[in-house]
């Protein structure tokens, strides 16, 4: 195996799909999505036109966060299957040229994993608490945590755990769920058992992973009170002594060496930084391959809006020669359908970002259900199974509603999507004319749209080349030019507007007398 600093990752332009597996496809009838469903599926992706699928964690876990919560990384959880299932979905995923990338949580292990049963159950300064970050509480005997750090999720940072004689003993560290005990990165131990994991799966022929939560792991010295004012849940700004600490990069650089001996494989990382100098550190040339910009799926369906977001994501991988990414949704994110206003409006607008979308130069990701034009889905309370919702005393709802699982054929739950009426999440009956048996045969629909918009992107040499350059446009609009050729204008207002000159390639809605539509988007040559 060679080393390639200087070669490129092969996902500098690629379309990746993620797959939500637990709400994909259920091969076994329990109701849960399975990796034997993404094998069933592999000729719908490959008909689709992606080249590559990111799984979201399929590992062994407790399940306390839907598979975040690790307690064997080198393992399959037996709801999605078993190694067997996943080597079976790995080759044939290479044999119809799809990639196959996985979800790495190297911040926090499960609290079931056994190195942390061990350090439970040893003495406070024993080697197996220095895998995770414990301390001794403040106040009256030890009573009050350590710090003031709260939860992403909601509540403390920190639980306490008894000592050996039944009296309170000391607090570890959770920035997310109790269930999820960070480690210690300042431990080499919890680097060579990360290569470890790392090893494991490229051996299995795996392409890459997206390493989440990738501007945590690193914690500053002495764990110092942070400002509360900016608190809120599942948000970080970048004065947040929890995450974008200056030792994570030595992190990134030891995952990267290993990575450096499989030719071919690439790295992603959750990064919420918005500081742009900041954000480029993380895919310095001997860091991280991309970077998740998130700027794009944040920004409101305005023009000024979107070209900041365009703008500032271009900047920030300039600055060290990187390769853009572009997202509207992810698992952890409000369906884009129902971010830009939901119902008819909302659904011309997603289809219009992701012409634009898939405009840009650099790698483009789409979340499984997005080329469905699914909606976030409105659960009843009974149905919420995010750590969130508990953990927030059900104020905050969580992220079940963009995890329902996906609809399939029929014109009833659960829509082919597994065999039992019972699926881990309500699905909601008004979607039945938003399946893919629907869509499949409808040139007008949003599939359709995606099908074609992903072959245009493959073909077309005008999508070629880095940069752009921005057009004079009307108010309330936006046009670019890649260096390609390709030019793509979006008309976020209440109006028609006149195209730019050229041949128009594809647009979002139809362009009656060379006038766009509002809120559409096209692609002209």
Known sequence: MTDRLETEPWGKDAVSYQIYPRSFADSNGDGVGDLGGVRDKLGYLELLGIDAIWLSPVMRSPMADHGYDVSDPRAIDPLFGDLDVMDALIEEAHARDIKV????????????HPWFVAALAAAPGSPERARYIFRDGTGPDGGEPPNNWPSIFGGPAWTQVGASDGSPGQWYLHIFTAEQPDLNWDNPEVFEDLSKTLRFWLDRGIDGFRIDVAHGMAKPAGLPDMNLELNALMRNDDDDPRFNNDAVHDIHRGIRKVMNEYEH????????VQDNEKFSEYIRPDELHLGFNFRLAEAA?????????VSNSLDAVSRVDGTPTWTLSNHDVVREVTRYGGGKRGTARARAMILLELALPGAVFVYNGAELGLPNADLPDSALQDPVWERSDRTERGRDGCRVPLPWEGSTPPF????SDDTWLPMPAEWASLTVEEQLEDVDSMLSLYRSAFE??????????????WYGSPPGCLAFRRRGGLICALNATDVPIPLPPGELLMASAPVVDGQLPPDAAAWLV
């Open 101 to 112: 990338t996985m979800d790495l949580v190297p911040n926090h292990s499960s609290d079931q």
């Open 265 to 272: 494989s690439t790295t992603v990382g959750e990064i919420w």
């Open 301 to 309: 369906f305005d023009a000024t809006a979107i070209r900041d977001a």
């Open 416 to 419: 082919g999507f597994s065999t």
């Open 456 to 469: 245009l992107r493959a073909l077309r040499p005008e999508f070629a080349g880095p940069g752009l350059d």
